[in-house]
């Protein structure tokens, strides 16, 4: 089980290193930045739990919506979001 959210940028932060801190302030993780620093990155990683959850939403949702006027569209949507869901919490690669 990991972290529960939210995760956030650590304000010590340097050009290497971005800090990870769970809602208390305790460090989580870091990233750190060898070659190409893409601050993006370390936004989305932030993100993961909070994506986790909205993926679990829509999971819920797309399935009450599968039996509705079109199944085909919305079992493609569930797949994707299963998928994602599966690999974010390590079901599948």
Known sequence: MHT???WLLSDARSTKVDLINSAKGHAIGEIV??????????????????????LKICESNIALLLWSAHPKVYSMWLDVVRSAIDKAIGEKA
């Open 33 to 54: 930045w060898v070659d190409v620093r893409n601050p993006s990155d370390a936004k989305l990683i932030a993100a993961a739990p909070d994506l986790l959850e909205a």
């Open 4 to 6: 529960p959210a939210p």
